[in-house]
Structures are given as C-alpha cells and as structure tokens.
T-cell receptor, first 114, second 115 residues
Framework: NAGVTQTPKFRVLKTGQSMTLLCAQD?????MYWYRQDPGMGLRLIHY???????AKGEVPDGYNVSRLKKQNFLLGLESAAPSQTSVYFC?????????????FGAGTRLSVL | AQSVAQPEDQVNVAEGNPLTVKCTYS??????LFWYVQYPNRGLQFLLK??????LVKGSYGFEAEFNKSQTSFHLKKPSALVSDSALYFC?????????????FGAGTQVVVTP
C-alpha cells in the first residue's frame, strides 16, 4: 500500500532557485494539503485542495504556489527559494464527509535553502 | 480562530509507568479533536479522534484520550508506556463549522520512554 508518496525526500537549493515538490496519493482522496514543519511550531498549512482543479490558501501561503491538475497529484512550487523556506514539507490527503477528518501523511521532504 | 496548546515540549517517563501528554484548545464553536504521532524521519500517523459521544476515546497502540469540554482539554494517555512509544506527539483541532477539513496543530510534545 503506497498511500501518500512525496518526491523528492531531500533537496538542497540555492537562494533564488526554483523547484517543485510532488505529492501523489492512491486512495482516491478528494482533499489534499501541504504543510511545513518547523521546530517548536508544529505543522502549518501552506495550501490545500478540495478537488481536482481547485486550490486555496492556508495559514502560510506566501512564496508558494500549488496545482491540482489530476485528482491523485498535488504539486507545491517554490518560484524563488529563500532561506526562510528551509523546512520539512508534508503532504496529506483525506476523504470527504465525516471521514475527511482523518488526514493521511506522506513521509516528508526535507528542504534546505542556502 | 482556532488554536492548540501543548504546554510541555518534552515528557520523560519510565517504561511501564503511565504516560500523559497534555493538550488544550480554543475554537469558536464545537471542536473535532485529534492526536497524531510522528516517529523519526516519518510522516504523521493518526492515533485517535473525538467527534461526538463518549468523552473517553480509545485509539491505536493502547492510547486513549479524554475530552473535557469545561477545561477545553484533550489529554492523551497510556496506562503503561513502552520504549517504542518514544516519538513526537501532536494534538490537532478542527472547528466543526470549517467545511474544508483544515486542522490546527499544536507545537508537538516529544515523549521519551526510558527502559
């Protein structure tokens, strides 16, 4: 069972470079989320999607863009990386209805911006 | 606005002793409450949730949590801790009026269980 798969697992960028993080889920979930995890701050929501072709801003969206062209994929883009974006990024997905309350997480992408 | 507080950065407990991880929350309406666990270099795993009904919720791996509306708390408990319970634990809350399933996470509590 693959569940939620994130690629890459690790990445080092220089300031100003761009990159895309890929999240793929094989559970036919409608909802998908991108979080960043920083020490002492828990997980903070960057962007989320409630269906194919729809996205919305979360708590900390600045400097990030997202796309959900296919139901199973949710992409997180950094157009011009900054050291403040050094973090661990997690993708999550969930069903609709009451069951949507349970979010299933990927293993994370550790990003360093120098 | 909703918020979650986990007042302890770290909890140390000896194997076999009871384990408690504290969580208090603030939401404008009625809450959905969750506990997740994160093992090193892994994503978060769902442990248990409170939606409605019995205030004592039982979850995975022998964990349970008690919802206390008057104290706005949702403490995680395990009667007898194992070394393998050492991990980072997150409490999360969702306002029932939120249609999009967004969760607000606490900062996390590191649990260290010593043999």
């Amino acid at each position: 069972n693959a569940g939620v798969t994130q690629t890459p697992k690790f990445r080092v960028l220089k300031t100003g470079q761009s990159m895309t993080l890929l999240c793929a889920q094989d559970m036919n979930h409608e909802y998908m989320y991108w979080y960043r995890q920083d020490p002492g701050m828990g997980l903070r929501l960057i962007h989320y999607s409630v269906g194919e072709g729809t996205t919305a801003k979360g708590e900390v969206p600045d400097g990030y863009n997202v796309s959900r062209l296919k139901k199973q994929n949710f992409l997180l883009g950094l157009e011009s990386a900054a050291p403040s974006q050094t973090s661990v990024y997690f993708c999550a997905s969930s069903y609709g209805g009451l069951a949507k309350n349970i979010q299933y997480f990927g293993a994370g992408t550790r990003l360093s911006v120098l | 606005a909703q918020s979650v507080a986990q007042p302890e950065d770290q909890v140390n407990v000896a194997e076999g002793n009871p384990l408690t991880v504290k969580c208090t929350y603030s939401v404008s309406g009625n809450p959905y409450l969750f506990w997740y666990v994160q093992y090193p270099n892994r994503g978060l795993q769902f442990l248990l949730k409170y939606i409605t009904g019995d205030n004592l919720v039982k979850g995975s791996y022998g964990f349970e949590a008690e919802f206390n509306k008057s104290q706005t708390s949702f403490h995680l408990k395990k009667p007898s801790a194992l070394v393998s319970d050492s991990a980072l634990y997150f409490c999360a809350v969702r306002d029932r009026s939120d249609s999009w399933g967004k969760l607000q996470f606490g900062a996390g509590t590191q649990v260290v269980v010593t043999p």
